[in-house]
């Protein structure tokens, strides 16, 4: 069973940058597809990035497209995600997810970290 924990988030203005980390723990790391996914208050939680095992392959939502970039490191067990141009949208909670493939919606992902608060000011 994977563990998954989140890092990075915190309260940026409009226009800054974070990074995010997603360290995974137990398991065997470089066997699953990884998925970043956020919440905003109310709504339900989306897509926002994928990358494939290797990392040579990446999908993200259209509303990030290129501002965030996901990537990984299998070496230490890790991904990121790149956020750049930050807006007040982008508010929300991010969790990191893996699972066996490539997916869109939550049910694709099989391990979720408890996630990681992002604010951006305006």
């Known amino acids: 069973q994977v563990q998954l924990v989140e890092s990075g988030g915190g309260l940026v203005q409009a226009g800054g940058s974070l990074r995010l980390s997603c360290k995974a723990s137990?398991?065997?790391?470089?066997?699953?597809?990884m998925g970043w996914f956020c919440q905003a208050p109310g709504k339900e939680r989306e897509f926002v990035a994928f990358?494939?095992?290797?990392?040579?392959?990446?999908y993200y939502a259209d509303s990030v497209k290129g501002r965030f970039t996901i990537s990984r490191d299998n070496a230490k067990n890790t991904i990121y995600l790149q956020m750049n141009s930050l807006k007040s949208e982008d508010t929300a909670v991010y969790y990191c997810?893996?699972?066996?493939?490539?997916?869109?919606?939550?049910?694709?992902?099989?391990?979720w970290g408890q996630g990681t608060q992002v604010t951006v000011s305006s």
């Open positions: 997810a893996a699972g066996p493939r490539f997916g869109y919606s939550n049910g694709a992902y099989t391990y």
């Open positions: 137990r398991g065997t790391f470089s066997s699953y597809a």
């Open positions: 990358i494939s095992r290797t990392g040579g392959t990446t």
